[in-house]
Structure formats: C-alpha cells, structure tokens
C-alpha cells in the first residue's frame, strides 16, 4: 500500500499559471484535506472533503479550488497562482467523522511561485 | 489569543535528558488532543493522542489539563532521534475530522 500519495514533489510557477497538485490514497478514508505550511505560521487548513462529492472550505481557501470525484483523489488547483502562495502543500487523509482518528499526511508538494 | 499556543523554542538538550514541552487552547469545547512529529522537510505524523486521564508510550507521557485548558508532554532519556518539532494539535469544532495545529517546538538533542 502506497498510503498517501502527492505529486508533483516540487514546482516552480510564474505568477498568474495554473497547475493541479495531486492527492491520492489507498487508505479508503472517507476524509481527506490540504494545508499548507509557512515559516512561522504552522499548518493551516485549505479545503477538505469528508467523503465523495462533498467539499468545504477550511481556514484559508482563497485562490484555490478542490473537487473529489472519487474516494481515492483529492486534488487541489490553484486558479492564478500569486507570490503568497509559496509554501509547503500537505494532503492528509483519515476516517470520517468522529474523535481521536489519526490523520495521515502525504509527503508535501513545496511550490514556487516567482 | 491564538487558538493553539506552543513555546517554538528551539529547546537544545543533552542526551539523557528529560524535556517537557507546553501547549494551550483557546476553546473550552474542544474534544481531541494530539501531538505530532515532524522531522525536518517531512510531514507530520502522529506521535500520540491526548486522553484527560494521562497516557504514557515508552519514555513518552502526555498530559491533559481540562480546566486549565493545557497539554503537555514529557519526553525521558532523550535520544538523538527525538530531534524534531512537535506539534499540538486540537480538533476544531467546525468539522471533528479538522484539525488545527500549533505552530510546533522545535527539539535539538546533542550528543
């Protein structure tokens, strides 16, 4: 089992492209969610999604946008890509609902927009 | 008042020693705790649950204070490996499944 998977690893835009970064996983949990991660700010919530065709916006959702077609996938599009969107992108995944679930995060996709 | 707080240090310890790092929360109503770990360029992962009644796993023991609205953990006889930062993190009341991070205490273990 793979677990969660993130691609690209890295990735490097000019202000205004588009791009997709991918999330997969083969852990059939229902939720699943991207944060991203600055210097000095922690993790913070982007979207998440707590099962197909369920999304919602979390702490920070502007300039991106999610869709979950399928239990496996979770991809995260940024629309116009902006200098403020540098950072560290985390997927994780864990089981619906409830208290107390581990959440398990992809290894991190670290963008560059110049 | 943010709504997870941790001291970022960074905490610079010897081999052996013992290291205790705290945490506060702003709402009262939250209901699951956590501590993860992540290691330089990696992602977090979890190291513990949080349980009000105190929990322990090996030389690591985390603490609840309802009423004081703070968490704690101990780390005993440190090793090299356990430099990292730790992270407390908290459900938010929005969605249970969400969870809000603190910004993590970096740990340095010297030989």
């Known amino acids: 089992n793979a677990g969660v998977t993130q691609t690209p690893k890295f990735q490097v835009l000019k202000t205004g492209q588009s791009m997709t970064l991918q999330c997969a996983q083969d852990?059939?949990?229902?939720?699943m969610s991207w944060y991203r991660q600055d210097p000095g700010m922690g993790l913070r919530l982007i979207h998440y999604?707590?099962?197909?065709?369920?999304?919602d916006q979390g702490e920070v959702p502007n300039g991106y946008n999610v869709s979950r077609s399928t239990t496996e996938d979770f991809p995260l599009r940024l629309l116009s890509a902006a200098p403020s969107q540098t950072s560290v992108y985390f997927c994780?995944?864990?089981?619906?609902?409830?208290?107390?679930?581990?959440?398990?995060f992809g290894p991190g996709t670290r963008l560059t927009v110049l | 008042r943010k709504e997870v707080e941790q001291d970022p240090g960074p905490f610079n310890v010897p081999e052996g020693a013992t290291v205790a790092f705290n945490c506060t929360y702003s709402?009262?109503?939250?209901?699951?705790f956590f501590w993860y770990r992540q290691d330089c360029r990696k992602e977090p992962k979890l190291l513990m649950s949080?349980?009000?009644s105190g929990n322990e796993d090996g030389r690591f023991t985390a603490q609840l204070n309802r009423a004081s609205q703070y968490i704690s953990l101990l780390i005993r006889d440190s090793k090299l490996s356990d430099s990292a930062t730790y992270l407390c993190?908290?459900?938010?009341?929005?969605?249970?499944?969400?969870?809000?991070f603190g910004k993590g205490t970096k740990l340095s273990v010297k030989p």
């Open positions: 994780a995944t864990g089981l619906a609902g409830g208290l107390d679930n581990e959440q398990f």
């Open positions: 852990m059939n949990h229902e939720y």
């Open positions: 999604s707590v099962g197909a065709g369920i999304t």
């Open positions: 709402n009262s109503a939250s209901q699951s």
């Open positions: 949080v349980y009000s």
């Open positions: 993190v908290v459900n938010s009341l929005r969605s249970q499944g969400n969870l809000i």
